[in-house]
T-cell receptor, first 111, second 114 residues
Framework: GENVEQHPSTLSVQEGDSAVIKCTYS??????FPWYKQELGKGPQLIID?????GEKKDQRIAVTLNKTAKHFSLHITETQPEDSAVYFC??????????FGKGTMLLVSP | GAGVSQTPSNKVTEKGKYVELRCDPI?????LYWYRQSLGQGPEFLIY????????DSGLPNDRFFAVRPEGSVSTLKIQRTERGDSAVYLC????????????FGSGTRLTVV
């Protein structure tokens, strides 16, 4: 089955800096790569996703890049704000309807 | 409803007891998923329903775990003879079709087995 590795496990940045979270996946059949933000006591919320026929996608301060050859995908957040502080998860679908998640990255943005 | 609703939000039970966790998906969503999230980990897949039937139950850890969705909307996850290792947050998600696109998660049920 699919295996997703996520790094770093924690990331501290100053407000206004950029943050990058990286993931690798193992199953070449994966064709859908979402990113979720989870705040304390809440369920994961989809913030951006990318499909395998696209190399990059951007939505305001958030962007995701995908390298299918290397089986890498990354989340980029620019101009970070304190409200960006949360746990972020990457995931891959292994070609199916279900998702395999990484272990998460706790992002702390200091004012 | 406007979102995925899960009840109860918290459940404390004694080891060996039976528990039921409920998920009310977004109206019209045909696909429903259960995931389990242990502390400090990402969600792990348990079971996926397309309509009333379980399309994939490969993530259920053992036969103490069972889930139903009799009318294709509300789903119940049932855990028999609970063990302390079952303690986790149980998340439910729904999507309009049987694809992983557009998952909406509920806030989860935090199960604690004492």
């Amino acid at each position: 089955g699919e295996n997703v590795e996520q790094h770093p496990s924690t990331l501290s940045v100053q407000e206004g800096d950029s943050a990058v979270i990286k993931c690798t996946y193992s199953d070449s059949a994966s064709n859908y790569f979402p990113w979720y933000k989870q705040e304390l006591g809440k369920g994961p919320q989809l913030i951006i996703d990318i499909r395998s026929n696209v190399g990059e996608k951007k939505d305001q301060r958030i962007a995701v890049t995908l390298n299918k050859t290397a089986k890498h995908f990354s989340l980029h957040i620019t101009e970070t704000q304190p409200e960006d502080s949360a746990v972020y998860f990457c995931a891959a679908n292994g070609g199916y309807s279900t998702l395999t998640f990484g272990k998460g990255t706790m992002l702390l943005v200091s004012p | 409803g406007a979102g995925v609703s899960q009840t109860p939000s918290n459940k404390v039970t004694e080891k060996g007891k039976y528990v039921e966790l409920r998920c009310d998906p977004i109206s019209g969503h045909t696909a429903l998923y259960w995931y389990r999230q242990s502390l400090g980990q990402g969600p792990e897949f348990l079971i996926y329903f397309q309509g009333t039937g379980a399309a994939d139950d490969s993530g259920l850890p053992n036969d103490r775990f069972f889930a139903v969705r009799p009318e294709g909307s509300v789903s119940t996850l049932k855990i028999q003879r609970t063990e302390r290792g079952d303690s986790a947050v149980y998340l439910c998600a729904s999507s309009p079709e049987g694809t992983p696109h557009g998952y909406t998660f509920g806030s989860g049920t935090r199960l604690t087995v004492v």
